[in-house]
């Protein structure tokens, strides 16, 4: 379900309120969101009106569990 994930330049790169900024594609559907404080926000479009609630609970567990272990490694 979840297609070429990659993590792109942060938003607000430098600054206190620097924000990990990441872009995916779902079911042929290209996405972008921010990720911070373990929490998935979408730009628009967002996935909610294209996917089920549960699919994307587990599209967002995904994506944490993705950037999680780009950070740690």
Same mark, same amino acid.
């Given at each position: 379900?979840?297609?070429?994930?990659?993590?792109?330049?942060?938003?607000?790169?430098?600054?206190?309120?620097?924000?990990?900024?990441?872009?995916?594609? =779902?079911?042929?559907?290209?996405?972008?969101? =921010?990720?911070?404080?373990?929490?998935?926000?979408?730009?628009?479009?967002?996935?909610?009106?294209? =996917?089920?609630?549960?699919?994307?609970?587990?599209?967002?567990?995904?994506?944490?569990?993705?950037?999680?272990?780009?950070?740690?490694?």
């Amino acid at each position: 379900m979840l297609q070429n994930f990659e993590v792109i330049t942060p938003l607000f790169e430098g600054q206190a309120n620097e924000r990990l900024q990441f872009k995916l594609n =779902i079911k042929g559907n290209d996405y972008r969101g =921010i990720f911070h404080d373990e929490e998935v926000q979408w730009f628009q479009p967002q996935p909610h009106s294209k =996917i089920e609630k549960d699919d994307l609970h587990l599209v967002e567990s995904s994506v944490r569990d993705l950037i999680t272990s780009r950070l740690i490694h």
